[in-house]
């Protein structure tokens, strides 16, 4: 997507230079744009711990690429197989949620399996981590493309309105390398001339929604609005909302999202006042070894600061304030799981299906259990 007319992606290497990733560094937007250089697997294991970077699809390729880095940490021999373990360890303790963290280093450290040299686990992991961000501009491309249907139909019914769509958190193209996973058909329907509206909801405590989200957007010229995070429900009562679409940290066998916080709230509202309620994801977002997301999926639970103290911008300066008394605790869980009797429908790579075991099976017929 762009920024001020230029085409970015999340991260990226430069040809002339293989020991640096380059990231865009999001704990600033929307307020200034930097761009970070990543040169060991501590960097880019802090740069996803710390959410310099953010986003299921994202923190996946960040973390093959920070295998890519542990393979420069060393010279001589090939990296032994308990090194590799080692750093795979170390990025995959950074985020609990998101399953794409762990699929991303595990596709590497099987792909690492075949090298026989210290230069072919270089070229082996550069190749895998660039496959992997590669894949996932294809994936969130394709969602889009099985997205735009339901977008579409939903037109149909008020022609010459917008249609108006919720979503939560930034499941955007910097939660991904590109597109986004459930702004995707959104981008997809703009590209189109279908007239849409997005709300925005600012998702409070880090305002991934009014910080990120509202600054793609507005660089793509979609028309949006940022709502506080409280303002959903009425506007479902009012007729507001055609559609919610959010993104997935992970998505189990069975159907259950997890999603930033405040998901469930969401899906809560839609069902009760009978707005579709969907959920775009890539396949690397299944957990397909679980199915009872409520019991199973690990919920990150991060520091109170995040809930205690607000960013935004004062004379010119990036800065965080106080917000709650000094002495009142405050807890700050990540992520809630939405369960699969709330969500109208999946929307993946290979086309949308019910968040049901059959169903996802039957579209991805290759996770059957045999
Ligand atoms: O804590 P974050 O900002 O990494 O959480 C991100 C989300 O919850 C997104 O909605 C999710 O990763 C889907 S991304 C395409």
């Not at 990226?12 to 865009?24: N, Q």
């Not at 960097?43 to 880095?69: D, Q, S, T, V």
């Not at 019991?295 to 607000?310: L, Q, Y």
Request: with cysteine.
């Amino acid at each position: 997507m762009k920024i001020n007319g230029k085409h970015y992606y999340t991260i990226w290497m430069e040809d002339d230079d293989p020991s640096t990733v380059y990231i865009i560094d999001q704990r600033w937007l929307p307020h200034r744009f930097e761009v970070e250089a990543i040169r060991s697997t501590a960097e880019m294991a802090r740069a996803i711990k710390e959410m310099h970077l953010r986003g299921a699809p994202l923190i996946g390729a960040a973390a093959a690429y920070g295998m890519y880095l542990a393979t420069l940490e060393h010279s001589g021999d090939p990296i032994a197989e308990l090194e590799l373990l080692q750093a795979a360890e170390q990025l995959r303790a950074t985020r609990p949620t998101a399953v794409n963290l762990t699929w991303a280093l595990d596709e590497q450290l099987a792909a690492l399996k075949a090298a026989r040299s210290l230069e072919e686990q270089r070229a082996i992991a550069r190749r895998t981590a660039q496959n992997i961000a590669a894949d996932s501009v294809e994936r969130c491309r394709s969602i889009g493309l099985h997205g735009l249907p339901i977008i579409e139909a939903l037109a149909a019914k008020k022609p010459g309105q917008p249609v108006n769509i919720l979503t939560h958190c930034n499941a955007g193209w910097l939660a991904c390398i590109d597109y986004g996973t459930a702004t995707s058909p959104i981008y997809h329907a703009h590209t189109k001339g279908i007239p849409v509206h997005v709300w925005v909801d600012e998702t409070r405590p880090r305002n991934q929604g009014a910080r990120i989200t509202a600054w793609e957007l507005l660089q793509e010229g979609v028309p949006h609005t940022v709502i506080p995070d409280n303002t959903g429900g009425h506007l479902m009562q009012s007729g507001m909302v055609d559609m919610v679409i959010v993104g997935s940290d992970r998505t189990t066998r069975c159907g259950d999202v997890a999603n930033k916080i405040g998901t469930y709230l969401k899906a809560l509202a839609a069902h009760d006042n009978q707005v579709p309620f969907y959920v775009a994801l890539p396949s690397s977002t299944f957990d397909w070894t679980l199915c009872d997301g409520i019991a199973d999926i690990p919920i990150e639970e991060r520091a109170g600061r995040e809930v205690s103290h607000i960013q935004g911008l004062k004379d010119g300066e990036v800065a965080e304030v106080l917000l709650t008394p000094t002495e009142s605790p405050v807890v700050n869980y990540a992520f809630d799981v939405t369960p699969s009797r709330l969500v109208t429908a999946l929307i993946t790579e290979r086309g949308v299906c019910a968040a049901q075991e059959e169903a996802i099976l039957s579209l991805f017929p290759e996770k059957v259990l045999r």
